[in-house]
């Protein structure tokens, strides 16, 4: 399993994934929340159910390694991150737009909304724990995995 992180300065979106770049479970943290999301999340990924928002998060979970957003206040979360975990630094422009992207195509529009441009529409939710995914699947392109 591979952990996405998608900093910011209010909150944080998560992501855990597969080598094979397959969204397993996804949420978002506030800030603030960081010790505690890393403490949990090093122990067993069982224990970050109090954030998830998309997935299921697995009985066995073990992170071989965590992909950072380089944007907004990242040195803290590398920081915090480190005590626990192998953090790589990835280039995060554009995440918050292929999140959007990505919202649309889990949950597609019904109704009315559905003869909307996707483009028009915005998620009913944050988005940041798909940006993290975002982070995440650019990591796994680039080959940033042994």
Partial sequence: MYLGIDPGRQKFGWALGGAEGTLVASG?????????????AARSCKGCEEWLLEGELPEDGKIAKVFCGDGTGH????????????????????TTLEARRLYWDMHPPRGLRRLVPLSLLVPPRCVDDLAAFCILRRALAAGAIE
């Fill in 28 to 40: 978002i943290v506030p800030a603030e929340e960081l010790e505690d999301f890393a403490l949990k």
């Fill in 75 to 94: 040195a803290r979360f590398v920081q915090e991150l480190a005590c626990h975990f192998e953090v790589e630094l990835v280039e995060e422009l554009n």
